[in-house]
Each structure stands twice: as C-alpha cells, then as structure tokens.
C-alpha cells in the first residue's frame, strides 16, 4: 500500500506542553536568526487539550523562559495557589503537617492552579501563530525508519479499517511524515517511544521506570466553600502504610476544583482497585466537605512516570529525541511535570535548530543530553531522585527519611537509591494477599466506573481493530486470572477488562475497548506483559474539557 508523504525538516509526535514548547522554541529561534524552518505536529486527540489530563500545579518557571509575556497574552493560568495544605489523613480523622517542617518540594508559593488542558490548547494557538502545521485527529501509528537505520518520521493511522483488519468502505491509508528530525512527546508510555526504547536499547544502564495513575474528577461547588488556589494534598488513609498513594484537591477558578488521587504502580495486592481506593478518598470529612452540595461535571485517568533521574533512558537516537514524559522528566517529590515537559522540550529544540543550521539530519543530537545535564531541570530532578524509593518502603519511614535528604542534605545526600523492579513483576499471587472490601457507590459522592466514564466523553468506533492488543489470547485466563485474580478488571479506571462466564467454568475475558481513556495503565502494570496498547484511529478516545 503506497501512502501519501509530507516533508518537513522537523516532525513532532504530540500535543502536549513538551511537545508544543518544542515546536515554539524552533520557530522562535528560526525567526531570531531569519532562518526558515517547517515545522509539523500532530495529535492523536481530536483537538489540542482533548487527551491532556492533569492535576494540576503549575510552576511558571520554564513558560516564563519560553513565552515571557505570557501573562499580557493571555495564558490561563488565573489561579495562583493561594494556602498550601499537607494532610496525614486516619480513617476518620487529619493531621495537618505545619508548613515550616514541609521540605520546599510541598511548597507552591508563585504557582498556579490550572488546566493543563486549557494550557495546552493556549499553547496550540500560540504555536500556529508562529506557523507551525498543527494536524489535530492524527495518531501517530508507526515510525518509519531510513536505508541506513535512522528515525526519519512516521506513518500516521489508515482510518477506516473494519474489525477484522480490513479496508472498510470508508477506507483512508494513512499518511506519512518525513523529517529531518522526530521528536517524540506522546506522554507517558508512549507507544511509539516504547518502540524506539527497544529498538535503540535506550533503557541500557537506567533503572527500570516506575509509575503511578492518577484519576481525577472536576466538580463544581457550593460558591461558600470555595477559595481560590487552595491547593490540599494528603497521604495516608484510605492506602496501606506500605502502598505508595495519594491524594489532591486544587480550587480553580469559577468554583470549580479538582480532587484526584495517585497510586503507584508499583503496589502488591492484585486485589487494589486505584479507581475504588479514590472513591472511598472523597468520603473523607476533610475532602467530602468540600465537595457535599457540588456536581460532578467531568472524569477522567492517565499513568505518569515517577522514576526521575534514575530511570531516564537515553534521551536522543539517530534521527530523533524523546521529551517530556515520553521521556520520563516528571518531578514526583514535586507533584508536577508540565514546567519540566516544557523545558525539555525547550532543550531539545536548540540542540536539534543548531543542527539544522549546520545542515545536519538524522544524526544524534547528542547536545541535548549534554544541555539537559547543564540545566536547573538536571538539577531539580536530581534533588528529588530519593523520593520515589523512600516512599515505596512505607509513608512513614519514606516521610522521615526523605525530609532528612531534603532538610538536611538539600537534596545532594551522598548516596543514590535505585528502582530494582518493574511495577509489573511486583503484584503477588492472588491467594496470598487480603482481598479488599469496597463499598458500594452511593451516587453522590462516589460513582460506579460506567458513569465516569460517560462524564470522559470518551468515544471509539466499535468495528475497527482493537488497539489493545494481547500477544497471547490464552494468558488472560491462565496466567492472570488463575494466579492474580484477573487485576486487570480493577487496575484499568474504565471497566475496559471483564471476565465473563466464570460460573460456567469456562471464563473468557472480554476487552471493551470503547471504554479506553488512554491512561495506559494496562499496558503498564499487566503482570505478564501480554497487553500492548496502540492508537485507535485518530481523534478517538476521551475529550477532556478544563481537565
């Protein structure tokens, strides 16, 4: 099948802040220098912002370096996060940690609630201004390689194909994006970045990445309990003290807030259910007060990385680069990653316009490491390398011991502690784990996973490939089901995986595919690794508004 091809001397796979900061600072620089450089981006969303699904706290830092007027532009960030809360939450009760015994990473004087969606889609319009082909509705499906084994663009998704894989009436082959340089941004366990960590053997010499989900809702509430840029995170209840979790509630503007909650992968019990262990988190008494006389108007999920520097593969190949969380660049002690998408964005974009000047392609653009190592983004996130290990051995201990490497040694303790196991290859076997007794949603204050979903906008064309793909069709029932208990049914925020006919004695799983939010989870912590998401056709999957 021949496709159409574009070329471009640069291809950004990705509509996100590392993305979008990637494809502004090479145009910014273009035009500085009177120089002239095409300049591609597409996303698989529908719009720019429709997958894009943060907390968030925003640090200005980086936009302040990319877009220095950004306040005079316009940007949405109208929140500046006016009270800082730490909560250690009981069952019933909270301990609020004063501020002063806080290591500076809990601290967000100077930051800002916002959408990262809006952000984003702020971002997408200062980007076509400066002339950048932004193609929304595009997935990026493979990556096309040269005769000599260099990244030189990739193919985007035919459109069209019926279930069984074939041309459907409807039928578009995709097309393909050529450039002098790709740059990868596809968020985290980007299915593409996947591809080239294996192919390139960028993950040689790191730890392996470790991850959270973090589920979010957007409700508006009651106008008297509402206050502008308090922002309020908790550890605690309702996790285990030996299960890395926690939770957030952030007051945005129009008496809206976002309350989330994160649990790492990395947890044992094949029993958790991170999307149950947030519902029961909204009926804490410091968290249910704010949201009793709300509404909830939106919901949706996505994994992040939290392996810091430790986990950080090689960020350049020939031909390419990977930013953002693509990458794995998000600060976890910091609960943040859009000032450090951007920046890495920022960095590559140099490294790659100094290479075009030089009438360089599709070498690697070994500048962009050696800038990232010289940079305050280096060196925020090798502050906060021991976080993520302290507390994977417990709240309490990872509290202590991490407020020691912050207070006392400023980040810089003489030692580093390393991620040994895969999130995947940490759950137990079913039979020797406490099973979890969730209560039932009450429809107020918690929600059943259907009617979430329903508040995701998520959609997909039902007669078209499954773009969760199994490698193996018979590990579901004998591997994951016999011995786990089938966790994919809890681990996914969607209810994507069923096991049906157990009581037959021939259960079967049932993959519901148009449910998908894109939050990656399955492809992350499925215990034998036989799960393997793609993109769907372009423009499906969930549409996120002010999330």
Known sequence: MEREAMEFDVVIVGGGPSGLASAIRLKQLATEKGSDISVCLIEKGAEIGAHILSGAVMDPR???????????????????????????????????????????????????????????????????????????????AEVLFDENGAV??????????????????????????????????????????KALMERFQLNAGADPQTYGIGIKELWDIDPAKHQLGLVVHSGGWPMQPDTYGGGFLYHLENNQVAVG??????YENPHLSPYEEFQRYKTHPE???FLEGGKRVAYGARALTAGGVQSLPKLVFPGGVLVGDDAGFLNAARIKGSHTAIKSGMLAAEACFDALTAERERDELVAYPEAYKNSWLYDELYKARNFKPWMAKGLKLGSIMFGIDQIVFGGKAPWTLRHKTPDHAKLKPAADCPKIDYPKPDGVITFDRLSSVFLSSTNHEEDQPCHLQLKDAAIPIKVNLATYDAPEQRFCPAGVYEILDQEEGQPRLQINAQ???????????????NINWVVPQGGEGPTYPNM
């Open 287 to 289: 968290i249910r007060k």
């Open 152 to 193: 030189k663009g990739v193919a985007t998704g035919d459109m069209g194909r019926l279930h069984d894989g074939s041309e459907g009436p409807n039928f578009q082959p995709g097309m393909e994006l050529h450039g002098k340089y790709t740059f990868f941004a596809e968020g985290c366990r980007g299915h593409l970045g």
């Open 515 to 529: 449910n998908c939010v894109h939050c990656k989870t399955c492809d992350i912590k499925d215990p034998t690794q």
């Open 62 to 140: 980086a936009l302040n370096e990319l877009l220095p007027n950004w306040q005079a532009e316009g940007a949405p960030l109208n929140a500046p996060v006016s009270e800082d809360r730490f909560l250690i939450l009981s069952e019933t009760g909270a301990t609020k940690v004063p501020n002063a015994l806080l290591p500076g990473c809990f601290h967000n004087e100077g930051n800002f609630v916002i959408s990262l969606g809006n952000v984003c889609r702020w971002l997408g319009e200062r980007a076509e201004a400066l002339g950048i082909e932004i193609y929304p509705g595009f997935a990026g």
């Open 261 to 266: 909650f994160v649990v790492g992968l990395g």
